[in-house]
């Protein structure tokens, strides 16, 4: 798995299908943060895929394969919806599995109580990329962010005593949305920025 590269829509071919992601890109800092807390639960044994911290992301909407007609829309409604948008921070403090722990598909970090500023940011920006394109709208964002893949039967017990894993408090600036492209390859995602838009300086 590589870092995600910057701006990177050279060698998209006109008509080209590519599967692409809107979200927040974090920084060194903060991959560190969550590289720990992801060391800590793999040394309790689960057998699961860990991505690599170059790659955490916290995902604001999916958008799946699109044409890349679609993509000079997608960016103007990007930028249109955070154009009145304030930078600020969500802290992630809270260790969870979706959708159970009796069927454990992801383990994930994220928010004990949702931030009302992300929640309005994810929305005006699913509201506007409809103008480009008719995407399946998120019926309920839970923002989070992906530690590992649980590829095999594992404990209950053994997820619980995962699950207490202490977090800390991690802190995560908001200050860019970017458009994520999205490579799947045998050895894992590959991630590159086609494109990001500011969030305003308080």
């Known amino acids: ?49 860990w991505p690599s911290t170059q790659n955490f992301h916290l995902t604001l909407k999916f ?12 960016k103007t409604m990007l930028s249109e919806a955070i154009a009145d948008k304030a930078r600020f921070n969500i802290t992630f403090n809270r260790l969870g599995i ?7 598909k992801v383990l994930w970090i ?25 995407f399946v709208k998120e019926k309920r964002f839970s923002p989070h962010i992906t530690l590992s893949r649980v590829r095999h039967y594992v404990k209950p017990g053994t997820l619980k005593k995962a699950l207490k894993i202490e977090t800390g ?20 995602a590959v991630h590159s920025s086609l494109f990001h838009a500011n969030l305003k300086s308080s």
């Open 1 to 49: 798995m590589l870092e995600i590269c910057l701006n990177s829509d050279k060698n998209i071919e006109d008509g080209a299908t590519i599967r692409c992601f809107i979200a927040i890109v974090l920084d060194g800092h903060t991959k560190r943060q969550l590289g720990r807390v992801q060391r800590d639960i793999r040394s309790t044994g689960i057998p699961a895929g």
């Open 63 to 74: 958008l799946g394969n699109i044409s890349k007609r679609a993509l000079p829309c997608i």
């Open 98 to 104: 979706f959708p159970n722990v009796h069927h454990p």
């Open 110 to 134: 994220g928010p004990d109580k949702t931030n009302p500023k992300e929640v309005a940011l994810q929305r005006d920006i699913d509201l506007r990329l409809n103008k480009c394109h008719p």
């Open 169 to 188: 408090t991690i802190k995560i600036p908001v200050n860019q949305v970017h458009l994520i492209k999205s490579q799947l390859y045998s050895s894992g």
